[in-house]
């Protein structure tokens, strides 16, 4: 199969490049996915689950990519919950190869059953982002009706997504961009826009910082949190010298009945993703080097529909 391979950590975004891979084994309780669309995170060839499996050993060459939406082609030994022909999307697991090719294995909970009125590219677009933002906002956030949310890179695949959950969740959300986002965070469903650029605006109290920059700009906006509110970082353990906040950390998990439920408000028109470019697996090696400088979520199209 073709899949887009990481050579080694060293040589990062330069050692990216389309070959030939194996077909994926369907271990115990996996299934085999065709893959018809994927996302991917612009930083996972800096994450070590990228180039070590669940024991700590080098799997270099390696497949990066996690976000999925394709098609059940094999069943492991074992598996029961899906079925062969099934469409599904999920995130494919962090130590293993991932999505970024023809084909790729995945245990069968890391995935949902994906409606057919729901395109695979949409689907794609949705787990790391739509995860990520409900277990920040409900899980770790505590979020409540009629605080306020403040929210970093608000143009971007996570920050949309918190805009739109928070907002229909009661809160008053202050989408925090660059002045060029500023359209497109109003549209995700911010109700006030913060320029970063222009300091001087942070003047609003907030219940919850919800950060995915961490640095100066992080550690600047958690001044404006109340006593008694929170910080929710994913970007990294961030350091805020204040002792009457509470300040969490966290990784994205996997659960299939809130991909259940994120799927579930996209059918009904209660929650979007920003998509920007859709690539083929070919182009998928330059779109890691664009980074997060293009807003909205670049999607890899990898088999037609």
């Known amino acids: 199969m073709k899949a887009l391979t990481a050579s080694d950590r060293e040589s990062g975004i330069a050692g990216l490049a389309l070959q030939e891979r194996p077909y994926p084994h369907a ?119 009629g605080q306020t949310v403040l929210v970093t890179g608000a143009a971007g695949g996570v920050g949309s997504v918190v805009c739109q959950l928070a907002r229909e969740a009661g809160a008053f959300v202050i989408g925090a961009g660059r002045e060029q986002h500023k359209a497109r965070i109003l549209e995700a469903g911010a109700d006030r826009f913060l320029n970063l650029e222009d300091p001087s605006g942070e003047d609003d109290e907030v219940d919850l910082l919800f950060d995915v920059l961490d640095g100066p ?8 949190i109340r006593p008694g509110g929170m910080l929710v970082s994913i970007a990294m353990p961030p350091y805020v010298s204040r002792a009457d906040i509470e300040v969490r950390f966290f990784v994205v998990e996997t659960d299939r009945q809130q991909l259940t439920d994120l799927i579930t408000r996209a059918r009904s028109g209660r929650l979007r993703t920003f998509i920007g470019d859709v690539i083929p697996l070919g182009q998928a090696a330059a779109a890691f080097a664009k980074g997060s400088a293009t807003p909205g979520k670049i999607v890899v199209k990898v088999a037609a529909d």
Do not use: M
């Not at 995130?91 to 970024?100: E, N, V």
């Open 217 to 224: 700009i992080c550690a600047r906006l958690a001044e404006r």
């Open 27 to 145: 271990a115990e309780n996996d299934v085999i996915v065709r893959v018809h669309a994927a996302g991917f995170t612009t930083g996972e060839l800096k994450w070590p689950g990228t180039w070590t499996d669940r024991a700590g050993h080098d799997r270099t060459p390696t497949i990066p990519g996690h976000e999925v939406a394709g098609v059940v082609v094999e069943l492991g030994y074992g598996t029961t919950g899906l079925t062969l022909g099934q469409r599904v999307f999920g995130i494919a697991d962090w130590t293993r190869d991932g999505s970024l090719a023809e084909y790729v294995a995945v245990e069968t909970r890391n995935l949902a059953p994906l409606p057919a009125d729901i395109d695979f590219v949409t689907a794609a677009s949705l787990p790391i982002s739509g995860l990520t933002a409900l277990q920040g906002l409900f899980v770790h956030g505590n979020l409540a009706p």
